[in-house]
């Protein structure tokens, strides 16, 4: 789907597509009433806004279709697909995999929630690193990290929609 694509959309295709980046209903059902956008920036960063101002509860339901860090995604398909692209280039080995799989246990044990980063254009080295430091977070501090990554995840893969890679052979 390119952006006429997203703003000729019947309501139904476009929330299904919507709640694949992020499962807040508010969210989708506002940047569906914003249509037509003038361009992908002014989508990405309407977005982008409104993510912000997500509540713990929104934030929270839309972590729930979020597998671990280095997990397969068992959500549906687009939202698999997502999550499987993202995490690419994580948990290559065994060691990193063993060491994300304790993080995560540790992480869970204290928040309550699935580890989240945006895990695209990071290596496996910074999400540890990250994932360390963030155990040391309090509750207050985790919550808002948990939501601006959330919001960085959502945009990244709305812009996927809008922009999706060209086809093999294809120049852009």
Known sequence: ???EGFNRAADYDLAQALAACADVPR???ALSAGRPYASVAVLLARADALARGWSDA???RALARHPRIGERAAGGEAEAAASAREQSGVAGDERTRARLRAGNEAYEARFDRVFLIRAAGRSEGEILAALDARLANDPETERGVV????R???VLRLERLVMPPPTEG???
Do not use: G, N, P, T
């Not at 939501?147 to 959330?150: G, I, K, M, P, T």
């Open 170 to 172: 294809a120049q852009r």
């Open 27 to 29: 969210w989708v059902a």
């Open 147 to 150: 939501a601006s990554e959330l």
């Open 152 to 154: 960085e995840i959502a």
């Open 58 to 60: 929104e934030v929270d």
């Open 1 to 3: 789907m390119d952006l």
